[in-house]
């Protein structure tokens, strides 16, 4: 690589930044051959014997990669997360912000590395600390991930795209992961994957023209959840669930950048003609779509997420499904030739993408209703380009696509250049998302990809079909109704429902109940065997946890069931807390300073229930909000535990209490026993209080961080002290 495109002059005299890191447990020998991970194949990597692409090109981008790579591992990397020394990082919550940008450089890490593009002389990093580093972050976002750790993140709207990101650096890299992480990475998958067993496809417009979401196209939505089914099918082609997650990618493939025309086009693709995959519209005749309330450019590259498909089968030696392409060239044009008229649209008008007095591609790009996200953007351009040269669906445009990936990777160089620690931006008003470096990162990894799976396998696609059997349906699913805590001691009830979707009777029905060490669980009602069409099944266990273990514990119910020939087992985790006895506050008296509607009233904080709608919610216009619950007697109290948030947010920090201080009532007076300051959990716990009182308060002096900045509370549970 050039030192004008690199500055690798500089770089190679700089010392290797030394990063400290905790060493994850060796790996073993053996393979996982249960769980989740027995249906993950491997990338055969003996496949690619071609090397590194050497081409101007991707040499360019090749560049723009390491220098994200170097900011990462020399910048990010510390900055963030640099003072942790666990063997998996707290990510700092569950939302998009904590979530994403980690996955971005994992996934670009991962691919450098795994490719053999890294360059320790580039980044100033050796090899392995930026491998050791792309672990770190893989298995510590599969790890904090719902399915794997009470209170994760996952299976809410968006986590596909965010799961996409870590999953596919953890296949990338599956070698070098433990098995237990593997088996994390591969429930991660399955988790977000099964989402769509049962999902309706969105459209930004219905058949009959109705707009449903004004300013809102479901392009880059379905695009970017048919990416991860994508990855799903590549890496899990065993998984029992397989076909329907295919025929799923597929609907959603075509369904992404869906022109009204296609409901009545009856081209067959993958086994169906069009008009029967679709439902809708996602964007207009001319390959033009509307996000954010305007045309919006950014939002035309997103069908990168649907045109990429090709890495993952590419990597897993099958040939892409032909609905990846479906309406990419029309995309492609509308970027590169549509002409806006100004006015209506902003001046100057002319082309998204503009050319010189001369006709030749430069990186400058047109916004017909201006950008939202910044002015200097280029990394998705170039993505979509780069997919465009290689799986040519630029035919027939004024430029071709190579030109334009060359002035864009030309432009984001420039913009690496005007730094010594390989950023990309400046000026906040460069680009205005929170997680902008990573973002590139990302989208180099991605395109780098695209030039080296170019270079070392052919790329195929396929129109065969991928008809989904009656047996590849589920038939059935799985709710488990769990309390928030099982007391020691104290018997609770834990309930698994099955519910019947299939058209015959699903035979040999069989509850399972899978308990840690010591545990105790004794059914009291429910029956095994026949579960008719559509009915449903029900058992109730009573749970008790013993004496002595953790404070925490992992439940799992599960019910294996026999239809049309194919064995299925269906299991669902509860993550619990397990306190030290009784909860002497659930039903007690409670005072509050204020409500916000008369469903949201103190009662809510000590009924026992966990769902939304159960919930002490303070006023809006409340600055300190206050609950006393009354124990109506002297108590000699052990721990006091507090949940809050929103479910439907999957408990985003926006939505905790932020800060806050729990009190106790003695005959002194109150005693302050706890103060929690910036705090982001779902659940917090106050041990060793030791202190007889008879009421508790929660005085709260910052709510929360959202923007309905009110106290969204389910339980506060107090503990009698252990005699």
């Given at each position: ?8 002059a ?31 194949v ?105 399915t ?6 996952g299976?809410a ?10 999953a ?20 991660m ?61 597929i ?24 008009r ?89 790009i ?47 160089l ?70 928030a ?32 060490d ?43 069931y ?5 064995q ?53 216009g ?68 030791g202190?007889?009182?008879d ?29």
């Amino acid at each position: 690589m050039s030192a004008v495109r690199r500055r690798l002059a500089g770089l190679a005299a700089t010392a290797a930044v030394v990063l400290t890191l905790t060493a994850a447990p060796a790996q073993s020998t053996e393979e996982n051959d249960s769980g989740a991970a027995a249906a993950v194949v491997p990338i055969d990597w003996d496949r690619f014997t071609a090397g590194l692409p050497d081409d101007d090109q991707a040499e360019r981008t090749r560049a723009i990669l390491l220098n994200a790579n170097e900011y990462a591992l020399r910048t990010w990397f510390p900055a963030k997360f640099g003072s942790q020394t666990g063997p998996y990082l707290d990510l700092g919550g569950v939302g998009e912000g904590s979530i994403r940008p980690p996955g971005s450089e994992a996934l670009a890490l991962a691919t450098s590395v795994a490719t053999g593009a890294y360059d320790a002389a580039a980044t100033g990093v050796p090899e392995p600390r930026a491998r050791e580093v792309a672990i770190l972050l893989t298995t510590s976002i599969a790890y904090r991930h719902e399915t794997n750790s009470a209170g994760g993140w996952g299976t809410a709207w968006q986590s596909a795209l965010w799961a996409f990101n870590a999953a596919f650096a953890g296949w990338l890299l599956w070698d070098d992961l433990t098995l237990a992480d593997q088996e994390r990475v591969a429930r991660m998958v399955q988790a977000e994957a099964d989402v769509f067993l049962d999902y309706t496809v969105p459209y930004y417009q219905r058949p009959d023209g109705t707009v449903v979401t004004p300013g809102d196209s479901k392009a880059e939505e379905n695009a970017w959840n048919a990416a991860f089914l994508n990855l799903a099918v590549s890496m899990m082609p065993e998984h029992p669930n397989v076909a329907v997650w295919q025929d799923k990618a597929i609907e959603l493939m075509i369904s992404a950048y869906s022109r009204p025309t296609d409901l009545h086009d009856d081209t067959v693709v993958n086994g169906k003609e069009l008009r029967e995959w679709l439902n809708g519209s996602n964007i207009f005749e001319d390959g033009t779509l509307v996000n954010h309330s305007r045309i919006h450019p950014d939002y035309f590259t997103s069908i990168a997420n649907s045109v990429g498909a090709p890495l993952a089968y590419g990597l897993a030696g099958r040939a892409t499904p032909r609905a990846a392409l479906h309406n990419a060239g029309v995309v492609y044009h509308a970027l590169a030739d549509h002409e806006f008229a100004a006015p209506p649209y902003a001046e100057p008008g002319g082309t998204i993408y503009m050319r010189d007095a001369e006709g030749a591609a430069t990186a400058d790009i047109y916004y017909p209703q201006g950008n939202d996200w910044g002015t200097s953007r280029q990394l998705h351009f170039l993505l979509l380009d780069t997919l465009a040269a290689v799986f040519g669906f630029d035919t027939g445009t004024a430029v071709p696509a190579a030109d334009w990936a060359a002035a864009h990777a030309g432009r984001a160089l420039a913009m690496q250049a005007r730094f010594d620690d390989g950023r990309t931006y400046g000026a906040p008003s460069e680009d205005t998302y929170s997680g902008r470096e990573e973002w590139v990162a990302l989208l180099a990894g991605r395109t780098y990809l695209t030039n080296w799976l170019d270079h070392n396998a052919p790329i195929q696609f396929t129109d065969q079909a991928f008809p989904v059997r009656p047996g590849d349906h589920l038939g059935a699913t799985l709710t488990v109704d769990a309390a928030a805590s099982y007391p020691r001691g104290v018997p609770t009830p834990l309930t698994a429902t099955v519910t019947s979707r299939s058209e015959v009777p699903l035979h040999r029905l069989e509850f399972q109940l899978v308990l840690p060490d010591g545990w105790q669980a004794v059914r009291q009602s429910g029956a095994d065997g026949l579960l008719r069409p559509g009915a449903m099944s029900t058992t109730t266990w009573l749970v008790t946890a013993p004496d002595d273990g953790g404070d925490t514990a992992e439940l799992r119910a599960g019910v294996s069931y026999r239809g049309f020939g194919v064995q299925r087992e269906l299991e669902r985790t509860a993550f619990v807390a397990v306190p030290p006895g009784v909860n002497v506050a659930l039903g007690k008296p409670v005072t509050v300073s204020s409500v916000l509607r008369a469903t949201a009233g103190g009662d809510k904080a000590v009924d026992g229930g966990f769902a939304d709608a159960s919930r002490w919610i303070s006023a809006e216009g409340d600055p300190a909000p206050w609950l006393v619950v009354d124990l109506t007697a002297p108590t000699r109290i052990g721990e006091i535990h507090l949940y809050s948030g929103y479910v439907t947010t999957n408990h985003d920090p926006t939505t905790t209490l932020k800060d806050f201080t729990v009190e106790a009532r003695t005959d002194a007076g109150w005693r302050e026993v706890a103060r929690f300051t910036g705090n982001v959990a779902h659940r917090v716990v106050v041990d060793d209080v030791g202190l007889s009182a008879d009421q508790v308060r929660l005085s709260i002096t910052d709510p929360s961080g959202s923007t309905i900045d009110v106290a969204r509370v389910f339980e506060v549970e107090v503990y009698e002290e252990a005699s």
